[in-house]
Nanobody
Framework: QVQLVESGGGSVQAGGSLRLSCAASGPAYSSVSMGWFRQAPGKEREGVAV????????YYALSVKGRFTISQDNAKNTVYLQMNSLKPEDSAVYYC???????????????WGQGTLVTVSS
């Protein structure tokens, strides 16, 4: 059974940091690409950061580049998103996803977690 479980969301003031974790089990952990996406109220889901689990290559949305870092721990089948210098516009539900293609496009991903809420206050 495929399962992605996110944790680490919460509330933080602008300029603060949070680290999200995504523990994968089942076929999800063998996927080529794992990524973090977010969806704010009234907005479409957007890609934030992705990692190629084979090559350890990463790719970021311009809005988070230089502030967010995606990484993986293969021994734990876990992907992380370190978020620094958070801004109010980073507030959203953050989702972990796994798929075959290294892409920031949500429709390219087959497996999704339940989401974790991040709230950044000014």
């Amino acid at each position: 059974q495929v399962q992605l479980v996110e944790s680490g969301g919460g509330s933080v003031q602008a300029g603060g940091s949070l680290r999200l974790s995504c523990a994968a089990s089942g076929p999800a952990y063998s996927s080529v690409s794992m990524g973090w996406f977010r969806q704010a109220p009234g907005k479409e889901r957007e890609g934030v950061a992705v990692i190629n689990t084979r090559a350890d290559s990463t790719y970021y949305a311009l809005s988070v580049k230089g502030r967010f870092t995606i990484s993986q721990d293969n021994a734990k089948n876990t992907v992380y998103l370190q978020m620094n210098s958070l801004k109010p516009e980073d507030s959203a539900v953050y989702y972990c996803a796994a798929g075959k293609f290294w892409s920031l496009v949500p429709s390219e991903y087959n497996y999704w977690g339940q989401g974790t809420l991040v709230t950044v206050s000014s």
